[in-house]
T-cell receptor
Framework: DVKVTQSSRYLVKRTGEKVFLECVQD?????MFWYRQDPGLGLRLIYF?????MKEKGDIPEGYSVSREKKERFSLILESASTNQTSMYLC??????WGLGEQFFGPGTRLTVL | AQSVAQPEDQVNVAEGNPLTVKCTYS??????LFWYVQYPNRGLQFLLK??????LVKGSYGFEAEFNKSQTSFHLKKPSALVSDSALYFC????????????FGTGTRLQVFP
């Protein structure tokens, strides 16, 4: 069974802290994605990685960075957490077939920044 | 720019009745369209997709979707709703050509009442 796992289901951090969200997939997919989900706004793409060490900004990259040192792992970094980054964060992966295939999602991390 | 719209924040339906969750799209070129479902406290799960071919697409859990090019719509349907279908539903479209990125709608909450 294919799997995308995220390091934490719930996370509480303080303003100004550096936060790491980890995502691991076991499907050998080249593509990995980080989304943010907010009520009424749907899913918004933060960053996209199409290969190891390769990344592309999404629609809302400000305040975030990413790291992809290994194919199976994609990390989202909040350099200095702020309260407006309180949200649900979803990781996904997909094969590189020009959008023909679906994305596989992890269970999400609900981050609260106090 | 590519976009999708889900005009209804919530859809209520009685168990056993047919259900429709609406989605309209705006793309340049041929649309690649997807439906995903999110059950409470879970990540998104793929339901179905339209790439080309038959306008009626069948997917998981008895769902189907009808692609209508003239109305630029891709509505999700099910002949007989179940209480267990209650969830958040997202429509998505491929973000341009030669990409694996998706643009998601804002989501529609489906509530099926016994």
């Amino acid at each position: 069974d294919v799997k995308v796992t995220q390091s934490s289901r719930y996370l509480v951090k303080r303003t100004g802290e550096k936060v790491f969200l980890e995502c691991v997939q076991d499907m050998d997919h080249e593509n990995m994605f980080w989304y943010r989900q907010d009520p009424g706004l749907g899913l918004r793409l933060i960053y996209f990685s199409y290969d190891v060490k390769m990344k592309e900004k999404g629609d809302i990259p400000e305040g975030y960075s990413v790291s992809r040192e290994k194919k199976e792992r994609f990390s989202l970094i909040l350099e200095s957490a702020s309260t407006n980054q309180t949200s649900m964060y979803l990781c996904a992966s997909s094969p590189p077939i020009w959008g023909l295939g679906e994305q596989f999602f992890g269970p999400g991390t609900r981050l609260t920044v106090l | 720019a590519q976009s999708v719209a889900q005009p209804e924040d919530q859809v209520n339906v009685a168990e056993g009745n047919p259900l429709t969750v609406k989605c309209t799209y705006s793309v340049s070129g041929n649309p690649y369209l997807f439906w995903y479902v999110q059950y409470p406290n879970r990540g998104l799960q793929f339901l179905l997709k339209y790439i080309t071919g038959d306008n009626l697409v069948k997917g998981s859990y008895g769902f189907e979707a009808e692609f209508n090019k003239s109305q630029t719509s891709f509505h999700l349907k099910k002949p007989s709703a179940l209480v267990s279908d209650s969830a958040l539903y997202f429509c998505a479209v491929r973000d341009g050509r030669n990409t694996d990125k998706l643009i998601f709608g804002t989501g529609t909450r489906l509530q099926v009442f016994p």
